[in-house]
């Protein structure tokens, strides 16, 4: 959970502290959610560098920057944009 709070949601080492206490009850410490942050990195590094290598030797690299139309189901007057 501290992953996808901390790196998925962009939270701060403060911000996950406070909403683990407040939601769950769990009292952590800055230092503790660091040490996670860390061992998680370590736990992905293989899976990350298979990764890079595998792209690597990929004849052909694509990335999708196609926008997502967005806009206002309840006010259809509102005009479509594109983010």
């Known amino acids: ?10 939270l ?3 911000k996950v502290r406070s909403l683990l206490d407040q939601v769950l009850g769990v009292e952590i410490s800055t230092g503790a959610i660091n040490t996670i942050r860390c061992r998680l990195s370590e736990s992905l590094a293989t899976l990350v560098e298979e990764a890079v290598t ?3 030797h990929e004849k052909v690299a694509h990335m ?4 997502v139309l967005l806009c206002r189901w ?10």
């Open 12 to 14: 701060s080492h403060r």
């Open 64 to 67: 999708d920057e196609t926008g």
């Open 1 to 10: 959970m501290e992953g996808l709070l901390g790196c998925g949601y962009h």
């Open 74 to 83: 309840d006010n259809p007057s509102l005009p479509v944009r594109e983010v």
């Open 54 to 56: 595998s792209i690597r």
